[in-house]
């Protein structure tokens, strides 16, 4: 890299020279930017960082169908202590 160039950037010759350099920064610092004649060309980035903006969000059904199963979950009460009753008609007005 030149003199005063910031850590993360390398010209193309210079990448392609100390490539796994070039991969070990991008792991431990972030991206580092290639430029060819001064201009930004391409990003290295660490491949978790890669995976990360590039992974599909599933829809909310296939989040649900994708948790544990609910066949064993049991929704029942103990019918030995009962609800307190409420009274709807005295809310609010």
Avoid: C, N, Y
């Avoid at 950037?9 to 290639?34: C, H, M, N, T, Y």
């Amino acid at each position: 890299m030149e003199d005063g160039q910031h850590d993360t950037q390398w010209q193309v010759q210079e990448a392609k020279q100390r490539f796994s350099e070039v991969l070990r920064r991008a792991k431990s610092d972030g991206p580092q930017v290639i430029t060819r004649h001064g201009e930004e060309v391409a990003v290295i980035i660490d491949a978790t960082e890669f995976h990360k903006l590039t992974d599909e969000v599933p829809d909310f059904k296939e989040f649900l169908r994708a948790g544990p199963p609910f066949d064993d979950l049991d929704l029942s009460r103990p019918e030995d202590r009962p609800r307190e009753e409420i009274d709807w008609s005295a809310s609010g007005e």
